[in-house]
């Protein structure tokens, strides 16, 4: 059974690594793309921020916060998904079953998230380029072009289900140990920023005093901030 378990969380990982290298791979090779979507990722990470400043005070939440939003935004990930590709017969052999089906779960993520923010990025150029100034009601176009409320909740959904697995995965006993021993042979073989992303985000979800409530309130957030980009009216934002 659990063999059954870890081969078709491995086939999952890998499919879904190699989708999200695919669509990195629809705009790396076009002149001036890949430092435009860094751009554009950057602004909605910002934007993304604005509706949890307050949960920014609490112990344990900003570096959280930061880690999950810039997920969700997609800021610079695509040397990270190129490491989690070439890295891949490694972390299917090597991490315990609950780890590498939380990891492909992420990657089916990871995935979903790269395919609306490359729509989303694609609707915002005009004459195959990012505007200098990115406007909220521009953004909240590009959007409703892009993508729908009911695919970007969903998206929500799974990126708390997929925290709600990470909180049981941060009791799995040694693996923090595990991944601190990876630190310095994974860098030293070139996946540095794989090592950084997996460990980073252990360490960030440990710290938080009460997950539950983490959880919840980036589930209420995030819904109602795609509730006003694709229902409130557009003649409110200039």
């Known amino acids: 059974m659990s063999h059954s378990a870890r081969e078709t969380a491995a086939t999952n990982f890998r499919e879904y690594m190699q989708r999200s290298n695919e669509l990195h791979d629809s705009y790396l090779d076009e002149p001036g793309a890949p430092q435009q979507y860094d751009r554009f990722t950057e602004w909605q990470m910002s934007y993304l921020?604005?509706?949890?400043?307050?949960?920014?005070?609490?112990?344990?939440?900003?570096?959280?916060?930061?880690?999950?939003?810039?997920?969700?935004?997609?800021?610079?990930?695509?040397?990270?998904?190129?490491?989690?590709?070439?890295?891949?017969?490694?972390?299917?052999?090597?991490?315990?079953?609950?780890?590498?089906e939380t990891i492909a779960a992420a990657a089916k993520l990871n995935a979903h998230v790269l395919e609306v923010n490359l729509g989303i990025f694609r609707h915002l150029q005009v004459d195959g380029g990012l505007p200098a100034e990115i406007s909220n009601r521009a953004y909240r176009v590009a959007c409703r072009d892009a993508s729908s409320l009911d695919e970007c909740v969903g998206l929500v959904h799974l990126a708390t289900s997929l925290g709600g697995t990470l909180k049981t995965l941060v009791k799995v006993p040694?693996?923090?140990?595990?991944?601190?021993?990876?630190?310095g042979p994974a860098h030293a073989a070139g996946f540095g920023v794989l090592q950084d992303f997996l460990e980073g985000g252990y360490t960030k979800f440990k710290a938080i005093p009460d997950i539950d409530h983490f959880l919840a309130e980036i589930d209420t957030r995030m819904t109602e901030v795609f509730e006003t980009i694709y229902t409130g009216p557009l003649d409110e934002f200039d």
Not at 64 to 83: C, E, K, P
């Open 174 to 183: 040694l693996l923090g140990a595990m991944l601190r021993a990876m630190r």
């Open 49 to 100: 921020l604005t509706f949890f400043t307050d949960l920014h005070e609490r112990p344990g939440y900003a570096e959280a916060i930061d880690f999950t939003m810039s997920d969700l935004a997609g800021v610079r990930i695509s040397g990270r998904d190129r490491d989690l590709e070439r890295a891949s017969p490694v972390i299917t052999r090597m991490l315990p079953l609950k780890a590498l």
